[in-house]
């Protein structure tokens, strides 16, 4: 299950084939015309892209997993095809959810080594204005 906006959706083919409504979804949207759903390996995806209206805007989604070809490669392929649209990230990956944001919680590792370099560079800054 991917995440998709913020719901988790189970990935499809006919899924993605219903994914419009932007123009970075629209990028990233397959033609499949329908009849019976067919099962074939997915992955999870993320897209962050700026189109020729310096529009910044994430996908978050389901790809058909290319096996030796990268769905990354494809997105960049067709975003040069698009007029104006530059891709500055474009991850895949096999997991739940695994396309979400990162979420920082209180007293996990990456906020200990946050709240650590925060601590060490006040300690700095404080030092040169005292001396």
């Given at each position: 299950m991917c995440l998709a906006v913020s719901t988790l959706q189970t990935c499809t083919p006919s899924l993605m084939a219903s994914t419009t409504g932007n123009w970075l979804a629209?990028?990233?949207?397959?033609?499949?015309?329908?009849?019976?759903?067919?099962?074939?390996?997915?992955?999870?995806?993320?897209?962050?892209?700026?189109?020729?209206?310096?529009?910044?805007?994430?996908?978050?989604?389901?790809?058909?997993?290319?096996?030796?070809?990268?769905?990354?490669?494809?997105?960049?392929?067709?975003?040069?095809?698009q007029r104006g649209i530059e891709i500055a990230h474009c991850s895949i990956c096999k997991d739940d959810e695994c396309n979400g944001a990162v979420t920082v919680r209180p007293g996990s590792p990456a906020m200990l080594l946050a709240t650590g370099i925060a601590s060490v560079l006040a300690v700095v800054y404080t030092s040169k204005i005292l001396y």
């Open positions: 629209d990028l990233t949207r397959i033609e499949y015309f329908g009849g019976a759903e067919i099962t074939v390996p997915m992955v999870c995806q993320k897209i962050v892209a700026t189109n020729e209206n310096g529009d910044t805007m994430t996908f978050r989604g389901c790809q058909l997993d290319g096996g030796k070809t990268d769905p990354c490669q494809i997105a960049f392929g067709k975003a040069k095809l």
